[in-house]
């Protein structure tokens, strides 16, 4: 093995345990230690490229047995249960597939009317196909949002801090129809492929650990169609597939952080169709995984190394795992001005208790809080987004000024 290629793989572990290992120490710990262990290093570099995934890797470690213990003693248990830590990369694939990420997507389906056809690439089990049937709790400034299937609260419920959300719960899609299209399927009705699902999720994980289980318990009361292949390959045969069984219905593509393992020739014609399918498209990606939208991005002003995009153009900022989304508004209006206004409409007019409410809120003086408000509310931006709030708030600070 040429040192080059070794230094490539070592650096490989090194970047995964200083950006994603930091959730998890023990992966940490074992990223660091494999990356300065020139034995292990020659393994791995065995494996097709691929399937060096650091993540793959460790947790192909764990399914064969590798106790979750610090390096320098499981170091022992990796080199022996490595042919069974082979195979197994060989044979999986990482297939995150966390059902959070449900988050961005009902944000994104709040701009898309009627029933719903919903395609995903990258479906790994479909557990993110099922946003209709989890219950949301979001956190914005100074408020909180809760929404529940029609029938009651869901064994899921998924937590998220969320910006720049307007004053109504998310609507709930209505879906008619559901297919997944995944270079390997995984099954939660099967054994095997469901201990290879909840392995995915990292050690200290216990309650995105709950999650998983949970939505895979939803996910086996009627699981969805989920065709094996390639995005580029199946998605106009999904597409066909969905017209003809939901003909009514509004086609969707839902791609979350799968285009980048795409290579870009393969991204580029898969983002043309997506244009000219007469689809609606909403995809989850980092910044920089489709220029385009990055590009867009920049010129307005978005935050964020991740993005949520709906017809190729960004409309939120959003962690990758569906934990915090700043949504930003067609109406011009920043995250922060809307969530002022739509902390105003809670807490309308001068109250005993406004003060104390606004600095746990904001952290700002009352005085301050109104000044931002009085600026905000004389814009063109809050009149395209509620004229009825700002004349509300007009007139109240009229008669209040009056008084």
């Not at 469901?194 to 086996?220: F, K, Y």
């Not at 067609?330 to 606004?358: C, N």
């Amino acid at each position: 093995m040429a040192n080059s290629e070794r230094e490539t793989t070592a650096d490989w572990f090194r970047r995964f345990a200083n950006a994603e290992g930091a959730e998890s120490p023990r992966y940490r710990d074992w990223a660091l230690g494999i990356a300065d262990d020139p034995e292990i290093l020659a393994l791995i570099d065995k494996l097709p490229r691929p399937k060096r995934q650091p993540v793959l890797v460790l947790t192909c470690a764990r399914v064969a047995g590798v106790p979750l213990r610090p390096f320098e003693t499981a170091r022992i248990d990796l080199l022996a249960l490595w042919p069974s830590i082979q195979k197994l990369t060989l044979s999986r694939s990482t297939q995150t597939n966390d059902p959070r990420r449900c988050t961005p997507l009902l944000v994104a389906l709040q701009r898309i009317r009627g029933p719903i056809a919903l395609i995903e690439v990258g479906a790994s089990a479909g557990l993110t196909m099922f946003p209709d049937r989890y219950s949301y709790r979001w956190q914005a400034p100074g408020r909180a949002i809760a929404s529940d299937p029609a029938d009651g609260p869901s064994t899921v419920t998924l937590g998220a801090d969320i910006a720049g959300w307007s004053a109504s719960p998310p609507r709930r899609p209505v879906i008619e129809y559901r297919e997944g299209i995944d270079l390997n399927p995984l099954d939660v009705r099967n054994p095997d492929d469901r201990e290879w699902l909840e392995a995915l999720v990292w050690p200290e994980q216990h309650e995105r650990l709950d999650i998983v289980r949970a939505a895979s318990g939803i996910v086996a009361e009627s699981p969805p169609l989920i065709t094996a292949g390639d995005a580029v390959a199946e998605v106009r045969a999904a597409v066909a597939r969905a017209r003809k069984s939901a003909p009514g219905a509004t086609i969707v593509i839902w791609s979350p952080a799968v285009l980048v393992y795409l290579d870009p020739a393969e991204r580029h014609k898969f983002e043309k169709y997506c244009r000219r399918a007469h689809v609606r498209w909403i995809s989850l990606d980092g910044r920089r995984v489709i220029s385009r939208i990055g590009e867009a991005a920049d010129k307005s002003g978005m935050d964020g190394d991740f993005l949520l995009s709906l017809d190729g153009d960004p409309i939120a900022s959003v962690d990758p795992l569906g934990r915090q989304v700043t949504v930003y508004d067609p109406s011009g209006l920043s995250p922060a001005d809307l969530d002022l206004i739509e902390f105003e409409r809670i807490h309308w007019g001068p109250t005993r208790s406004k003060e104390s409410l606004v600095r746990s809120a904001w952290n700002i003086p009352l005085v301050r809080y109104y000044q931002r408000l009085y600026a905000i509310m004389e814009s063109d931006a809050a009149r395209r987004y509620d004229p009825i709030v700002v004349r509300s708030f007009v007139d109240l600070t009229e008669t209040t000024t009056r008084r």
